[in-house]
């Protein structure tokens, strides 16, 4: 059976992921940050047959990552799903304003955290039939294209543009350093998704779409990434970014 961990499950994309592999018959390892207060989560996992798993994962604190590893043991993970992201907010981060604390917070959490969670996890992700890591990244770390130009609040975004620009340099790093290990890494843009994270502007816009359709999406990526594919960027139906 394969085993996918997935970070920040409790809602938004991630608590799509966790439904759509359960339902797809996978185990689950589904990590939040309040394992307590994830009602909708504690809901799916009550109602999985035991396939859902709940642990509590804070990317930004090693010893949650270190108590995470210990909490999982030597299971193999055949898929590790880095989803957990802020968004740099909610002070804007523009060409004129820097709140330099919560940069950091932004880069520690979206670019940082991944890493760390991949390297922990990495003999649990070598002893597995799958062998593969994604990272949720998004297109506003492309710096060829400025995608989102055509929103005032992609010029406030700084600190997570840059995040996601670091995450993807890291893991295509990744995905030719443990490419001998047989590792493939996925870099995948997940749409623009109505979740807390796109708000008010996400549940208006006519070219948002669910959380179900971006994982839906994500999914098939990820079930179809190759040596050749592994380390490339690209969005949630498999188009190339550039970078
Ligand atoms: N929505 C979009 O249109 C869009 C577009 C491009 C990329 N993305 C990316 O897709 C991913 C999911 O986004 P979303 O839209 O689903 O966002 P969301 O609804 O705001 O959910 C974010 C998730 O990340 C978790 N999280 C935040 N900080 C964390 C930390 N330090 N440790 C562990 N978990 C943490 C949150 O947990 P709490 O509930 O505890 O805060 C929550 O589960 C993110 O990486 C985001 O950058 C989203």
């Not at 009602?39 to 859902?52: C, F, K, P, W, Y």
């Not at 940069?103 to 979206?110: A, C, E, H």
């Not at 749409?191 to 796109?198: A, P, S, W």
Request: proline share 3%; net charge neutral; glycine share 8%.
């Amino acid at each position: 059976m394969t085993r996918v961990l997935i970070t920040g499950a409790n809602r938004g994309v991630g608590l799509a992921l966790v439904h759509q592999y359960a339902s797809a018959g996978s185990e689950v390892i589904a990590c939040c940050r309040d394992p307590q207060n994830a009602q909708e989560l504690q809901n799916l996992a009550r109602n999985s047959g035991d396939r859902v798993k709940i642990m509590q994962l804070d990317v930004a604190d090693q010893a949650s990552i270190s108590a995470l590893k210990q909490a999982v043991g030597v299971q193999p993970i055949d898929i590790l799903i880095n989803n957990a992201g802020i968004n740099g907010t909610p002070k804007p981060q523009s060409a004129n304003c820097i709140d330099a604390e919560n940069w950091m917070l932004t880069m520690r959490i979206n670019a940082l955290g991944p890493i760390l969670v991949a390297q922990a996890l990495r003999d649990n992700i070598l002893h597995s039939s799958e062998k593969k890591v994604v990272a949720i990244s998004s297109v506003y770390g492309s710096i060829t294209k400025d995608y989102g130009a055509g929103y005032a609040s992609s010029r406030e975004r700084y600190a997570y543009r840059s995040s996601k620009a670091a995450l993807n340099n890291i893991m295509h790093a990744l995905a030719r350093d443990w490419a001998a290990d047989g590792v493939l890494v996925g870099i995948l843009d997940p749409g623009f998704v109505r979740t807390d994270m796109t708000g008010e502007l996400g549940r208006t816009s006519s070219s948002s779409i669910s959380a179900e359709e971006s994982a839906s999406g994500l999914k098939d990526r990820i079930a179809q990434l190759t040596t050749e594919t592994s380390g490339e960027f690209q969005r949630f139906w498999g188009e190339p970014i550039p970078w």
